[in-house]
């Protein structure tokens, strides 16, 4: 049983530069993957396991039915995850695959290391590295012993994708493409659905989803030195039909200054700062991000409820 763990996390100087950027932006919002810090990973664990969200449940099934059938199709290979989350996801792909290595990247180091401690037991003759990163800024893997001369395979599930722009999208999918050097990537996107339902999967009846937005502020206090007051913002997510996407928010209950990253920023009462968001991809939609970004869809297997799919992306040329 072999665990590697590799520290490229931005440093806190990087940190403070994209905090600043992202607060001068109209509307404020911040990259992503800031949510992810411990207390962030928990808390997003315990959001997919609430009845209104019903993404992981369903993405999990699909894996472990077409698990077999996904490992034929792609070849034998080392899975390269984006975004390790609990690990659940790759489980029934690393027994399918019997991977000899397994490559997991996400942003925080404390997700890695408990995450790569269960499959290792798991998964004994598999060597686990755990790169610790910004997964939209690695465009190859670091130098390890373990990731030399091995076909790769990229896994991108939770419909993470959709936390980016459209535009943004496309940049990662040819980034993917580089880093994966020519191997194919399996590709988790959930679809547009009923908005009560949407809305409802990301604002849970007993508060994780608001947890979770509220604790970047205890984040970024914590890390930039502030003073922002989680008492003074509430949590909102709606759908927005024009953009084909949820948009969830802090947004302030008064009028305010917050000082974070050495400066101070001005609130507005019902101001919002945007936390993220979560855009749904039709089938057609997904196949026009897939061709902009260089790749085509080889195979796509969907759950029963037409919520979700998996796509085998293989380089378009």
């Known amino acids: 049983m072999s665990i590697s763990l590799i520290n490229l996390h931005p440093s806190p100087a990087d940190l403070q530069q994209l905090v600043q950027d992202g607060l001068k932006r109209s509307p404020r919002q911040l990259p992503a993957w800031l949510l992810y810090d411990a207390e962030g990973s928990r808390l997003f664990a315990e959001i997919c396991k609430q009845p209104e969200y019903t993404l992981t449940n369903r993405e999990i099934a699909l894996l472990e039915l077409h698990a077999d059938a996904i490992a034929a199709a792609t070849g034998p290979g080392m899975v390269v995850e984006f975004g390790i989350g609990n690990a659940r996801k790759v489980d029934p792909l690393l027994t399918a695959l019997g991977s000899s290595v397994f490559a997991a990247l996400d942003i925080s180091?404390?997700?890695?290391?408990?995450?790569?401690?269960?499959?290792?037991?798991?998964?004994?003759?598999?060597?686990?590295?755990?790169?610790?990163?910004?997964?939209?800024q690695l465009n190859e893997l670091p130098a390890h012993p373990a990731l030399d001369r091995q076909r790769r395979i990229g896994f991108f599930p939770g419909s993470s994708l959709g936390n980016f722009t459209p535009e943004d999208a496309v940049?990662?999918?040819?980034?993917?493409?580089?880093?994966?050097?020519?191997?194919?990537?399996?590709?988790?996107?959930?679809?547009?659905?009923?908005?009560?339902?949407?809305?409802?999967?990301?604002?849970?009846?007993?508060?994780?989803?608001?947890?979770?937005?509220?604790?970047?502020?205890?984040?970024?206090?914590?890390?930039?030195?502030?003073?922002?007051?989680?008492?003074?913002f509430r949590y909102r997510a709606r759908w927005q039909e024009q953009q084909q996407r949820i948009e969830m928010a802090l947004v302030s209950t008064q009028d305010q200054t917050v000082h974070l990253a050495g400066e101070p920023w001005a609130f507005k009462k019902n101001d919002a700062w945007i936390t993220e968001h979560s855009v749904k991809y039709s089938p057609e939609a997904a196949a026009d991000l897939a061709n902009h970004a260089g790749w085509r869809i080889e195979r796509r297997w969907e759950d029963p409820h037409q919520q979700m799919a998996l796509h085998l992306l293989l380089p378009a040329d």
Not at 109 to 136: K, W, Y
Not at 184 to 209: C, H, I, K, N, V
């Open 109 to 136: 180091l404390s997700a890695l290391e408990e995450a790569l401690s269960g499959l290792a037991v798991r998964h004994p003759n598999t060597a686990m590295v755990g790169i610790c990163c910004d997964h939209t």
């Open 171 to 232: 940049a990662f999918l040819r980034n993917a493409r580089q880093l994966l050097a020519g191997g194919p990537l399996l590709l988790g996107l959930d679809q547009p659905r009923e908005q009560a339902l949407m809305e409802a999967a990301y604002d849970d009846t007993a508060g994780f989803s608001a947890a979770f937005a509220l604790n970047l502020l205890q984040r970024l206090n914590r890390d930039l030195q502030g003073d922002a007051d989680p008492a003074q």
